[in-house]
């Protein structure tokens, strides 16, 4: 852990790029603001993220990626969502796009929907530690929740210093907003937020207008919304202490005992996170009417797992 940023000089890039691979967690600098990351690829080091920001709740992140080329290991692209990979990457734009079933990016990073945000930021020090991570890199805003982007090394020192690997120092970000997103899920690309890449720009690389507010399919991405969009297909009982007849159960600090999943038998809030979408979407696989989970207590990450616990257990439209 460390609370100074390091001049991201070739030899700190390399050894950023080797602390990302063996599941750390590194800020480091993009053209729009400072970035949070952990290699996408793991559930584990993606839980660390939402730890160092003490963000209550599980948002799909940004997977990061050198180029369209790697982008496309990732997500499915139709002709539009092509035509603005084109045009802006690298560049401050995300585009949210059907996941690959043969993806790398693991649930945690995508909260479990089948979609994913990729983006090839252009900051050469994020070009560069892409390049030598080999994986994508999920990264929000190196904040702490409820704070302002961090838009300087020192900004990141001063909120999650402590927290962190390492803080790659790249300068003063150039953007200083986060990339404008757009879905791009069939139908028209909509606009999901605003950012650093203007609308007009993209409706002119595009010939079209961008969708106002979110069409149909892409409703589900609103934050507050994603719960309804992949709640499993079985039921889900919450505060269990028991299994009854015909559920399959979450268990979290072996409560349930025998034949249910356990998040973390040592009662471990981090490696709960990353086993919960994943674990979420096992037990659904088995076919069971009810999933019945066990108390997670609510301090730390535990927020964010009630929350969305909350959620897959609440009342389906
Ligand atoms: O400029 C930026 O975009 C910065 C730098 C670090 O790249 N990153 C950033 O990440 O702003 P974050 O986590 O603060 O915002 C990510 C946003 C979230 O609001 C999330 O809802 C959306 O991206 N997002 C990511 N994947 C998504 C998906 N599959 N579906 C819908 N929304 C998605
Ligand atoms: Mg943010």
């Known amino acids: 852990m460390t609370s100074e940023p390091t001049s991201a000089t070739a030899a700190a890039i390399a050894r950023a790029a080797e602390l990302l691979r063996a599941g750390g967690l590194v800020a480091f600098p993009t053209e729009t603001v ?18 160092a920001k003490q963000r209550p709740r599980f948002n799909p992140l940004i997977a990061h990626v050198p180029g369209l080329a790697e982008a496309e290991a990732e997500g499915v692209f139709d002709a539009p969502a092509r035509a603005l990979a084109e045009a802006f990457w690298p560049g401050p734009l995300t585009l949210v796009v059907p ?14 929907l089948d979609s994913v945000g990729l983006r090839a930021p252009a900051h050469p020090v994020a070009q560069a530690l892409l390049r030598a991570v080999g994986r994508p890199v999920a990264a929000p805003s190196a904040n702490r929740s409820g704070r302002v982007s961090p838009t300087l090394a020192v900004h990141v020192a001063a909120d999650l210093g402590g927290r962190v690997d390492m803080i790659l120092d790249g300068g003063p970000t150039e953007v200083g907003v986060e990339s404008t997103i757009v879905a791009c899920l069939g139908g028209a690309p909509a606009l999901l937020r605003p950012g650093g890449a203007p609308r ?27 719960a309804s969009h992949y709640a499993p297909r079985a039921a889900v009982r919450l505060q269990a202490d028991s299994l009854l007849p015909g559920e399959v ?23 709960a996170a990353a086993n919960l979408f994943a674990y979420l979407r096992r037990l659904d696989e088995t076919g069971a ?12 990450l535990g927020e964010a797992i009630c929350d969305r616990l909350a959620r897959a257990a609440a009342p389906r439209p």
């Open 99 to 112: 996941r690959r079933r043969d993806g790398r990016v693991g649930e945690l990073a995508r909260a479990g």
């Open 200 to 226: 007009a720009a993209i409706e002119a690389a595009l010939g079209a207008a961008l969708g106002e507010s979110p069409a149909a399919a892409a409703a589900p991405l609103a934050p507050g919304m994603l």
């Open 289 to 300: 009417a009810r999933i019945a989970v066990a108390p997670v207590p609510a301090d730390g």
């Open 34 to 51: 400072y970035g949070l990351g952990a290699d996408a690829t793991s559930d584990a080091a993606v839980a660390r993220i939402y730890a």
């Open 249 to 271: 159960g979450l268990d979290f600090a072996g409560r349930l005992g025998q034949g249910a999943l356990d998040l973390s038998p040592r009662g471990d809030l981090v490696e």
